[in-house]
Each structure stands twice: as structure tokens, then as C-alpha cells.
């Protein structure tokens, strides 16, 4: 019998580490697995300047590979193309859409969303670069194998608005960290006494841009306290984004400074503390490819609030609490009614926990190796 020989795979793991939140998390994860189970297959990573030294080698089988080719960048489609093709690869896996359009080889392309298309930002606001996205995001679905979508929504929109056939794409969820987990009390009231929270918060955190409907949450808010008078704070995690100064402005004009606290980008090891300390956790958005902090919420016992758009309702089942994101009103009405009644707190809080135990990193490492092996 012919033994097969082994093939070697790219990762594009330019966005790894925490810095890059979501997409750095899934990277971390994958190498994770597929280096603790994979022994027949070689491996060729491709790392960030920044995360290239630190970056440790676990066996023979993985070499790691410096570029600096930036994502989103002219490098990104000139220079790595060059970089993947030195490597001579059976097969290269994108962790994200933007894959080079001049690459001819074999591709797998993990789409986590496709929010620039509905919600441009400021990078997206020229001509010039709403059309590149288009046509990198097009080229990459086009030409992959085999596409990896974070969720069954995240799938639909690929082939509604893409155009590409069903069965190519395949949905592979995501999973929460073990970190998050109920935690004992005194690390809640140490992380209180460190940022001066007195009062019972509400939480959110994540990137500060406009998909993510911080405005309206601020507004929701401001109901919160003076129409159903819930003597409470609303703590934001994420770091503060200057092209979005909407966000603070609404909680100035609104005159919540005191009660809405910003605490930053929070290090990953004291996220699952400021979920235990949290009284809910809200995401307000108006899109979501996967919605992974509802999971890690749901994982340190923390209710959820959650719009009903895209992907949650997916992800997150019947643990959480659900509103319209387009009307501040009803955010409010939802978050005093979970707040105010106890037996419907409890309950999210118990459906929570099995809900997250539904999804799992080690499985997503499992599939999408098997979607290496059909390739």
C-alpha cells in the first residue's frame, strides 16, 4: 500500500496574539490544536514582526515563517504572494477574508462576517477602498476550496450576497476560553476597589465602531436610570476609537458621565473578572458573525442582553434576553425587565451555562482539519 506523504500547511496567523481580539483568539486556538494533534502533516506559520520572537515552535514538523506584509495593505497583495509561493505549499489557510489575489496555490478562507459590506467605517468611507474590499473579498471566496464560516448566518450572507454555492462553505463554530468560568468573590470585589466601581454595572466590551451600537446602548442607558430609576453604572471595555467620537459625545450630551465608566482594552486574563462582577452583560449589535462574548459571559455566569440580529440569536439560543437594537426604548425595556425579575435573571443565567457548553474550541480545531484533509 502507498504511504502517503505528508502535506504541508500554510496558516496566515499575521493577526495573532490578543491585541487582535476575536481573530487572534481563533488563531491561537487552531495552532493550539492542530500542534497537539496533528502528527502526520508539516506546518509553515506566518507571523507579524511582532509576534514572530515570541512565537515558540513546538516540534520539527512547524517552521515559522517573519513577514511584513500588513493586513490590509498594498505588502498583503505583492509581497506575500511571493512569500507563500517560496514555501511551495499543498495547501494555504487565510484565517480572515483578505487573502492575496495573486496567489495561485490551493486556499481555505475562514469569513468570521462580512460587516464592512454593511457597515463601511472610516477606512471604508473612500471609493478606492470600498472597492478593494469588494474585490479582495470576492476574490477570496471565489478562488478558495473550501470556505469556513464562523456561523450559519455568517454562511447565508456569504452565499446571498456573494453569490457562491452552499456546499462549498462550510460552518465551523467557535468556542470560549476555559478561563471564563465562575470565579470567587474576592477577585470580583479586588477588580471593584481597582477601577472604583460602587455601584452594580451593566458591561459590554468590544471594538468602539458603529456596527456595534454603543450609541444606542448609551441612549437605552439614560432610560434605564431615569424612567425605570435603576441606580446603576454601565461599564465599557475596548479602547476608545478616535473616529468614532460619537460614542462619547451621546453619554456627554446625555450628561452620564458619572455613571458610564470606560476602562480600556482589557487584558485577557482580567476579562473573566469583570464578567463575574458584571450584573448582565448587553451587545447591543446591529451585526455579529459569531457573538463570542455571549458565550464567555454565559461561561462566568453573567445573564446576557442581546440584540436579535445576524448571528445571536444563533449562537446564543434561548440564554439570553433579546431586543430590537434599532430602538433604544425597548434595550432599556428588556434590560429593566431581566434586572427586575428574579426568577427570569436565575433562569437566564442556568440556560447560559448550557448553552456555552454547546461549543468548543477543540472542536473547531477537529473540523476545520477535516476540511484540510477533503482539500
Known sequence: MKKTRPKTIGIDARMYGYAQTGIGNYIRHLLRFIFEHDRANN????????????????????????????WYGWKEQIVLPLTLCREKL???????????????????????????YFFPGHKMKSPLRSIAFRLVFYSSVKKARKIIAVSGSTKSDIVRYFKIPDGKIRVVYEGAD???????????????????????FLFYTGVWRNHKNLVGLIRAF????ERYHLDIDLVLGGKEDPYYPEVRRT??????GENIIPVGFIDQA??????????????????????????????????????????????????????????????????????SDKKLYNGLIEKGFKQAEKYSWDKMGKETMEVYEKI
Not at 453619554?251 to 452620564?256: A, N, S
Not at 451587545?283 to 446576557?304: Q, W
Open 43 to 70: 506546518y509553515v506559520i506566518f507571523l507579524s514582526p511582532e509576534e514572530f520572537d515570541g512565537f515558540s515552535i513546538p516540534n520539527e514538523r512547524v517552521r515559522k515563517v517573519k513577514t511584513s506584509a500588513r
Open 90 to 116: 499543498d495547501v494555504m489557510h487565510f484565517t480572515h477574508f483578505n487573502s492575496p489575489i495573486l496567489y495561485p496555490g490551493k486556499t481555505v478562507s475562514t469569513i468570521h462576517d462580512i460587516t464592512p
Open 178 to 200: 476555559e478561563q471564563f468560568r465562575v470565579l470567587p468573590g474576592e477577585r470580583a470585589l479586588s477588580l471593584r476597589q481597582k477601577y472604583g466601581l460602587r455601584k452594580p
Open 222 to 225: 439614560k432610560i434605564v436610570r
Open 251 to 256: 453619554w456627554e450630551e446625555l450628561e452620564l
Open 270 to 339: 482580567e476579562l473573566p473578572a469583570f464578567y463575574n462582577a458584571a450584573a448582565a452583560f448587553v451587545i447591543p449589535s446591529f451585526y455579529e458573525g459569531f457573538g463570542l462574548i455571549g458565550l464567555e459571559a454565559m461561561r462566568c455566569g453573567t445573564p446576557v442582553i442581546s440584540s436579535d440580529r445576524t448571528s445571536l440569536p444563533e449562537i446564543l439560543g434561548d440564554a439570553a434576553a433579546y431586543f430590537d437594537p434599532d430602538r433604544p426604548e425597548e434595550i432599556a425595556a428588556k434590560i429593566h425587565l431581566v434586572m
